[in-house]
DNA sequence: GGTAACATGTAAGCGGTTACATGATTAG
DNA sequence: CTAATCATGTAACCGCTTACATGTTACC
């Protein structure tokens, strides 16, 4: 089986085809639907993994079509739910990385007059209330989850909504005592 | 001149040479010291971004050896800092883009037993507890910035703090009612 | 005398995106 | 009839990291 080493995207496949996405089709939509504030993934990834994955035999994959519309789902394997849990559980470094270009240009304001530093602060604090707005809408779904036994989803969910709070408050509080932020105090 | 395109990075690297930071190595340590929390970057990145920055005519620079030991800084021209205003005032997409390991493996934690969720949910408490911490460290330097009028450093810095304490919040909050998470409430 | 910090750079490779290509089915 | 959605894949490219290579200076 020799199985080669997955990277964290090969093991979000193989987490979602347990949690009722079958085809990779699927698995993208659902990533898009519940982990994209923290992860991300495109089709030109999910197909070649799930190939992988089924190689090292941690999944199994079948033709199901609909129709004449071609399909190809997938089952975790014994093998495949062991191995996720030795990830979840493997101690590892767990490298935080954000990579927000807003945040940068933010951050070299002060090379601006104040008007569009304003500006851009404004952009900022609305970027946030939308992305809590989608969040806020999809809780009522991760609510249910978790009254069924899958309490995870809510709580990441959370921290998200609580993220861009978080980035709302402190845009409003600077944005009401703007003196501070520029040469000419008063 | 015929400016090459620039990505965000090559920006990163024309921004700070306005801040105090002359050579490559400096930039490199200044973004270590600065924007960590929302932008990388290697010194494998730094160097040819300032030669394709330089010869757009953006930076000036000259050899400025100490003692033996090759050096070079480099200035901001006119052209330098025009282009930095123009893309910091450009309306383009600024997507957010978070990836975070951590996040994706709590979120399939309901893989795991309780134990081991919340080991997990443990460490990424214990990883923004750190962080908050060290970004508490270098805000009286932030402080110090924005009286002498570069507020924006500031402003970064405490959404990275404040991101870092909402996270810690809802950990505390799901700690403390673990039976929400788990199948057994009782 | 040794380690850490200062300083600059190249080469290889990887993970990921964009764009492209193809085609079926469903809803309006 | 048309657009949106379902569905799978490939090729080219790009940004970035890792590893490597080299040498100096300051500090303990």
Redo the contacts with the bound molecule.
């Keep these: 089986m020799a199985s080669a080493?997955l990277?964290?995207?090969?093991y979000v496949v193989l987490g979602m085809t347990g949690l009722g996405a079958r085809?990779?089709?699927?698995?993208?939509?659902t990533v898009e639907l519940s982990i994209r504030f923290f992860w991300?993934?495109?089709?030109?990834?999910?197909?070649?993994s799930?190939?992988k994955l089924e190689k090292a035999g941690l999944l199994t994959g079948r033709d199901a079509p609909?129709?004449?519309?071609?399909?190809?789902?997938y089952e975790r394997t014994h093998e495949g739910a062991q191995a996720l849990r030795d990830w979840l559980t493997r101690s590892e470094a767990m490298p935080f990385e954000l990579?927000d270009i807003a945040m940068v240009k933010l951050f070299f304001a002060d090379a601006l007059d104040p008007t569009d530093a304003h500006r851009l602060l404004a952009q900022v604090r609305l970027r946030s209330e939308e992305r809590a707005a989608i969040l806020q809408a999809i809780r009522p779904e991760a609510e249910e989850a978790a009254h069924a036994g899958n309490g995870h989803p809510l709580l990441t969910l959370e921290m998200g909504i609580a993220y861009h709070q978080a980035i709302v408050n402190v845009c409003n509080r600077f944005e009401h005592q703007r003196g501070r932020l520029t040469r000419t105090p008063q």
Excluded at 23 to 29: D, P, V
Excluded at 40 to 48: C, D, H
């Design positions: 080493t990277n964290p995207s090969d085809s990779g089709y699927e698995i993208k939509r991300t993934i495109s089709p030109a990834q999910v197909y070649p799930l190939a609909q129709g004449n519309r071609q399909r190809r789902v990579r």
